[in-house]
């Protein structure tokens, strides 16, 4: 194992070394991070903000939204499947609840739960670029932002280009993707269709996705718009995802986007956005079909096998499947202008989060019957969001300043301002030293507020969890090289949490009392386009995190990665031939039962690598890729065994008409 990251940090080394004597750069330093009331460059920036480029996408060895945040974003992804099937998105030691993930400025964080924010409509071809910001963001991007933040930018440049590709692997895998850019008069439109399946690694972990986007932006006097629209549609054998005694679950994902924008002014900037995202959800914790269970009057059967729950008097019949349906519907309003004070930005963003279900919720008068299906939504809740932010920033000389407050009602809950600052001073035309210090809250989910089963008690006075953290750190900054290292530390109060004291046989969630959190990372990131190096980058991240001492066990808040370093590599060979390289090892905090022998189990340290080998020819490009090269056996989370070694190949075809 040590052998192997003392390999990776020397490949690293030599090869970043190579690309420095290169004269082509690409420039970082001057990108723009874009939210819906505040875009700034990203020098201008005093606190940890990553930025990963669609170039870095498409000549990396990943499938997936997970997989290029883990590689690239060095972030905590803790997947139960392969190919993005489905993840959780952590930041500096936070629960999968605490991260924020947002398309284009919109936030669109699942009210049911976090394990769905990454079930979007997302074109991975068509990814501008994704920007990764650390630590709290409510005073930017409003409740919900606590530990950190994912801004997944579109490309609006695609007029008039054709993307195909085809590829195949390992356990069946095969994928398919087309995509267009067309222009009728002054409307630039990119439409696209993806389909992906396999039969899975091991029993129950097969998976089918297919997905279509569609894109418009429209350029008048007025000002510019654009539409995007998405639909989703994933099924995948979800083995032991939620619970080891049952390890035949399956689940079935259907998600739609819509969202319309609005951008004018050269003086005073005015956008809005409105949107809407639907999601459906069907749980099955037996799973139904075919050489699977089967409904037979009230009751679901396997052969000889009825599926249900032990008891004292014989098994407990199980009731029938979950099902969830989530809407979010909003605006976001933003207004930007600079004065002698500085840049001013103000924002205003309303929300309604809704689900119905047969289990989260409040109890409604009338049921509605679930299309194609023999269930009814018997449960539904409500809520509705506002929220008020403004920001001032400004500039003497070689300080920068950056202030300001949000303001967050409920109908649920009690009015929660969040004031931060942040300060940065360039001690060098290229080196910034900055502090940080911000607020955030996040609401509870309503799985953390109604889910209750065999082993889940709810809690439905559930409060929202509050935080105030604090980072310092030094920035480098040139056309083709960004690097950080910073220390940061939060303090977390009324944590939510699913808990367990020791007489007890079931989970509770709660609001802990508090949770102190600390540690410090260190980014570099390089660009070229020169003879041998394309792009190379290392994060580190190093982390503690620790409660008051408590007669009870916890099942997140103390579930983190200690140490997490990612190292990536993109580099020619000869001619037309390229190769890239991603590098992980972490080590987890925490422990968990062991399914086969019941024995409390420390997580182990993993090393991953993956690869990519790449053949350009004028508009067609071959490729081969193997990820987790090494074949090594290792766990996201406890009891679920990720897959070994999975090569895979394509051609992809991509043709801008016109040039």
């Known amino acids: 194992m040590k052998r192997t990251i003392k390999i990776a940090i020397l490949m690293f080394i030599s090869i970043t070394m190579a690309g420095q004597i290169t004269t082509d750069t690409v420039n970082l330093d001057q990108c723009e991070i874009k939210s819906v009331s505040?875009?700034?460059?990203?020098?201008?920036?005093?606190?940890?903000?990553?930025?990963?480029?669609?170039?870095?996408?498409?000549?990396?060895?990943?499938?997936?939204?997970?997989?290029?945040?883990?590689?690239?974003?060095?972030?905590?992804?803790?997947?139960?499947?392969?190919?993005?099937?489905?993840?959780?998105?952590?930041?500096?030691?936070?629960?999968?609840?605490?991260?924020?993930?947002?398309?284009?400025?919109?936030?669109?964080?699942?009210?049911?739960t976090g394990h769905h924010n990454l079930n979007q409509t997302i074109d991975l071809e068509n990814i501008e670029k994704i920007e990764i910001f650390e630590g709290p963001g409510n005073r930017w991007f409003g409740a919900n932002a606590f530990s950190?933040?994912?801004?997944?930018?579109?490309?609006?440049?695609?007029?008039?280009?054709?993307?195909?590709?085809?590829?195949?692997?390992?356990?069946?895998?095969?994928?398919?993707?087309?995509?267009?850019?067309?222009?009728?008069?002054?409307?630039?439109n990119y439409t696209s269709a993806s389909y992906s399946s396999s039969n899975g690694y091991i029993t129950n972990t097969d998976f089918r996705i297919m997905q279509a986007n569609h894109s418009s932006s429209l350029s008048t006097n007025l000002g510019n718009f654009d539409l995007n629209i998405g639909v989703l549609d994933k099924g995948m054998g979800a083995n032991s995802?939620?619970?080891?005694?049952?390890?035949?679950?399956?689940?079935?994902?259907?998600?739609?986007?819509?969202?319309?924008?609005?951008?004018?002014?050269?003086?005073?900037?005015?956008?809005?956005?409105?949107?809407?995202?639907r999601n459906y959800d069907r749980f099955e914790l037996f799973r139904e079909g075919n050489d699977w269970y089967s409904k037979q009057g009230d009751i679901y059967i396997h052969e000889s096998d009825t599926a249900g729950y032990p008891s004292p008097s014989g098994i407990y019949p199980y009731a029938g499947h979950n099902y969830h349906r989530t809407d979010i519907l909003g605006t976001d309003l933003g207004l930007n202008f600079k004065t002698a004070l500085g840049n001013t930005s103000v924002g205003l963003g309303v929300k309604s989060e809704g689900i119905l279900s047969n289990v989260l919720g409040d109890p409604m008068n009338d049921t509605i019957f679930i299309s194609n299906s023999d269930g009814y939504y018997t449960k539904s809740k409500v809520r509705n969001n506002i929220t008020l932010s403004v920001n001032q920033s400004f500039t003497i000389k070689r300080l920068m300043v950056s202030a300001g407050l949000s303001g967050f009602y409920s109908n649920d809950y009690d009015f929660y301002l969040s004031p931060g600052i942040d300060i940065g001073f360039f001690i060098s035309d290229n080196g910034k030293l900055f502090l940080s210090s911000n607020t955030a809250i996040r609401l509870p989910t309503f799985t953390d507020l109604y889910y209750q089963g065999p082993t889940n008690i709810s809690n439905p006075n559930l409060k929202p969890e509050k935080s105030v953290s604090t980072e310092a750190g030094y920035k480098y900054f040139s056309h083709n090289i960004t690097a950080s290292v910073s220390g940061f530390y939060r303090v977390g109060s009324d944590i939510i949490d699913w808990i367990m004291y020791p007489d007890d046989e079931k989970w509770q969630s709660s609001n802990l009392t508090e949770l102190t959190t600390y540690g410090a990372s260190?980014?570099?990131?390089?660009?070229?386009?020169?003879?041998?190096?394309?792009?190379?980058?290392?994060?580190?991240?190093?982390?503690?995190?620790?409660?008051?001492?408590?007669?009870?066990?916890?099942?997140?808040?103390?579930?983190?990665?200690?140490?997490?370093?990612n190292v990536f590599v993109g580099h020619n060979i000869i001619n037309n031939l390229s190769a890239s390289w991603t590098f992980n090892w972490q080590q987890r905090n925490g422990s968990y039962i062991n399914a086969e022998n019941g024995e409390v189990t420390d997580y182990k340290p993993v090393c991953l690598v993956n690869l990519k080998v790449l053949y350009r020819l004028n508009n067609i490009d071959f490729s081969i890729q193997a990820n987790n090269l090494l074949n090594i056996e290792y766990y996201d989370i406890g009891n679920i065994r990720q897959p070994g070694i999975w090569v895979t190949g394509g051609v992809k075809f991509n043709k801008v008409f016109g040039k």
């Open 38 to 112: 505040n875009p700034v460059k990203f020098r201008d920036i005093s606190r940890s903000v990553q930025v990963i480029s669609s170039d870095q996408i498409k000549q990396s060895p990943v499938q997936s939204l997970d997989d290029i945040l883990r590689f690239f974003g060095g972030i905590d992804i803790r997947s139960r499947g392969a190919f993005g099937v489905q993840s959780d998105v952590s930041f500096r030691g936070g629960t999968f609840d605490q991260a924020l993930l947002m398309v284009n400025g919109i936030a669109l964080n699942d009210p049911q």
């Open 148 to 188: 950190g933040g994912i801004n997944i930018i579109n490309n609006s440049n695609t007029a008039n280009t054709l993307k195909l590709s085809l590829e195949g692997g390992q356990y069946g895998y095969i994928s398919a993707y087309a995509g267009a850019g067309y222009t009728t008069g002054k409307l630039h």
């Open 241 to 277: 995802f939620y619970s080891t005694k049952y390890p035949d679950e399956y689940e079935h994902i259907r998600t739609y986007f819509t969202s319309l924008g609005f951008t004018t002014g050269t003086k005073v900037k005015y956008s809005q956005k409105v949107f809407w995202r």
């Open 522 to 565: 260190l980014s570099f990131n390089s660009m070229f386009t020169g003879r041998f190096i394309k792009f190379a980058g290392l994060k580190y991240t190093w982390i503690t995190s620790n409660t008051k001492e408590a007669d009870f066990v916890s099942l997140y808040a103390l579930d983190y990665l200690r140490h997490n370093m």
